[in-house]
């Protein structure tokens, strides 16, 4: 599961000044040719530029087997775009004076092993803390339902670290169940309580739910994937493991007003939000391209701000440009797709730059 197939540049547009004229009709012809190319059965894609959403799209089939069109509250899920969520929860205990980055997780997390060295929660944010990421099918198609969040290290909790912390990044969904329970621990309240309270809330994502299997959840798409370019029901998967990881479902739009919301001061503080787009820099003098949270690049001078998911029954990206207040969404209920295609193609109506599929 990758976290990062594309970061991607944004439009340079003037303060409160409308979308391009055409935007929509071209964006719509983008996503249509997309979904064509890669057997694609539903997507949403939203744009917002300064505060104000400028595009908002559904096409195709949320459900094929009872011809469900999909709609722009059509629920996808996250897969790692949960990641981003579950840092800007973390983060606002930071800002709170409740949690200390740089401790053992086990002041927060008693229930995580001692390993052999010490991990701290700024290690798990950025993925260089040395915990393993999925160990063959098996642990990717989980069907098990855990109740607590700690449930979920029986799965890799025993197992050492890979590497000592901070030497170098290695993209883990194991790494942010932990800081689930260590969020769980600092706030003293359930994860998912904490994050609807102080992320969701003040974002206004009215449309983001965990993605419980059990639950009645309207709106909920069905997740595909595509053999031999045969288009089939997605494998079964249960996140109750990985819900800071990879647990969540929701909206383009949803996803455009958390980028919004970050940007506007309405989740943490402004030197906090700096941080969290800052690339981790290693032992040894070298750096990541991952911050707390985010994927992050510079390019032409610009910061690039972006994260990709992937998993059963759902692709999905979102990427921010802060200078310019820019921010886009695309979320696909197909896994192994690039929505990625979708994002580029907006870049390309404004003549802009962006990295190469598969950027880490």
Known sequence: MTFLRVLFAAAALAAGAPAQPGL???????????????????????IGIKGRIVYKKAAGTA????????????????????KPITAAATMT????????????????????PQKQWPVTTRELLSHTAG?????GDEEILNT??????????AIFGADPLLFEPGTAYSYTTFGYTVVGCVVEGASGEKFADYVAEHVLRPAGMTHTFVDDVYEIVPHRARGYRKI????QNADLMDSSYKIPGGGYVTTAEDLVRFGEALMEGKIVRPATLAAMWTPMPLKGGKTSKYG?????MTIDGAQYVAHTGDQQGTSTAIAILPARRFVVAAMANMDGV??????????DIYDLPYPSRGTK
Do not use: W
Not at 292 to 296: D, S
């Open 24 to 46: 929509s009709a071209k964006v719509d012809r983008i996503v249509a040719g997309a979904m064509k190319r890669q057997q694609i059965p539903a997507m949403t894609v939203t």
């Open 63 to 82: 459900d094929l087997e009872n011809s469900v069109p999909a709609t722009k509250v059509t629920l996808i899920r996250t897969g790692s775009l949960a």
């Open 93 to 112: 205990l930071v800002d709170a004076g409740r949690l200390d980055l740089d401790a053992p997780v086990q002041k927060y997390c008693a229930a995580f």
């Open 131 to 135: 915990v393993r990421h999925y160990r």
């Open 144 to 153: 098990r339902h855990y109740k607590t969040m700690a449930d979920g290290f």
């Open 228 to 231: 031999n370019g045969q288009i």
């Open 292 to 296: 707390l949270g985010f994927g992050v």
């Open 338 to 347: 690039d929505p990625g295609e979708v994002v580029r193609g907006v870049l």
